[in-house]
């Protein structure tokens, strides 16, 4: 980490790293992704994640939290580029112009260190196709005390911009982990967690899961549960369904079962 000069050379590279951390070939190559705005610049610090670069523009920035945090962090040496306001909104995604803006890096935690016990369970997530999803699932996770998402394979992305921004910071402060599906089982077994699969075609309801830690699977919107997944899965259930929508979205649907899991866990 170090403090960088604010030459228009080295603005204009921050800029274009800026843009370039919109896509994921980029995010995945560096190990970072963007964020932006004062709640998830306070919520990434309060998090205690590792600052890259933090672009910001004082007259814009109207937190005198935000500030004193960006103080903190350059007397660490985290680099600090200034910007004008014409820059700091030409890679702003958001209607008003915040004044602070980072590149921070990705955190990711091994699935052996994922928190278990009675009153801990985690999600597991194989692909969302909306971004706006994932991250209304990441937000609810957060919010019901889930012990962490776990991500099969490589397509979920938690980093994509519009993800990070639907979570509202939730995706800060859970475990993130990758692993795939022989992994997960045999995970769940040393630990005793039963893997429920969610899925409108289930021939339980939700209301059938068995006492005990349990762990909630997420299919694809449109495709629902691979069949990898549905391999790996001890049962599966679904919602009830009164009117004639024939399925719900994936992240009301999620955010459900993950209510019920977190009133089982601490009715536990």
Known sequence: MHQGSNSTASIQQVLARVRALRQRRARDASGCFWIEGIRHFVQACDARLEFDTIVH?????????????????????????????????SVCAAAHASGIEAVVRQRWTPLHQVPTGR???????????????LGTILRTAEAC????????????????????????????????????????????????ILLAGLSPDAGRLWTDLPPGPTAIIIGEERKGLS?????????????????RADSLNVGVAAGVMMYELGRRARDR
């Open 57 to 89: 523009r004082r007259v814009l920035l109207k937190s005198d939290l935000a500030e004193t945090l960006a103080r903190r962090l350059a007397a660490q040496g985290v680099r600090q580029v200034k910007v004008t306001p014409e820059q700091f909104r």
């Open 145 to 192: 005390g889930a012990g962490g998402v776990i991500f099969i394979g490589e397509r979920g992305d938690p980093f994509d911009p519009v993800t990070v921004r639907a979570s509202m910071g939730g995706i800060f402060h859970l475990p993130l982990v990758r692993a795939d599906s022989e992994q997960l089982r045999q995970w769940a077994q040393t630990h005793g």
């Open 227 to 243: 069949d990898r997944l549905r391999v790996v899965c001890d049962l599966t259930v679904r919602l009830p369904m009164a009117g």
């Open 119 to 133: 009153r801990i369970f985690p999600i597991v997530v194989e692909e969302i196709r909306s971004p706006g999803n």
